[in-house]
Nanobody
Framework: QVELVESGGGLVQAGGSLRLSCAAS????????MGWYRQAPGKQRELVAA???????NYAGSVKGRFGISRDNAKNTIYLQMNNLKPEDTAVYYC?????????WGQGTQVTVSS
């Protein structure tokens, strides 16, 4: 059974930084492409960043240059470093397989950016 547990969210002022973590069990992250997704109130869930099994990364245009996705194979954890946060980054952030596996959703972690 796969379990993904997101953490690291919080309330931050615009321009601040947060680092999100996604700890996995039941799945080996190093051999799976993984992604960070977010869902803002009233909006559809969207892909924020993804990392392939080989370490290649890609980002949504709205976060490119501000966010960085990485993976620690020893800890079986992926991270999302978020810098220069903006109010429009406010959302619940989730990790999941890339592409999405419908059974892998965790509880997410709330990120709120105040202006």
């Amino acid at each position: 059974q796969v379990e993904l547990v997101e953490s690291g969210g919080g309330l931050v002022q615009a321009g601040g930084s947060l680092r999100l973590s996604c700890a996995a069990s039941g799945i080996i992250l190093s051999i799976n492409a993984m992604g960070w997704y977010r869902q803002a109130p009233g909006k559809q869930r969207e892909l924020v960043a993804a990392i392939s099994s080989g370490g290649a990364t890609n980002y949504a245009g709205s976060v490119k240059g501000r966010f960085g996705i990485s993976r620690d194979n020893a800890k079986n954890t992926i991270y999302l470093q978020m810098n220069n946060l903006k109010p429009e980054d406010t959302a619940v952030y989730y990790c999941n397989n890339y592409p999405i596996h419908r059974d892998y959703w965790g509880q997410g972690t709330q990120v709120t950016v105040s202006s």
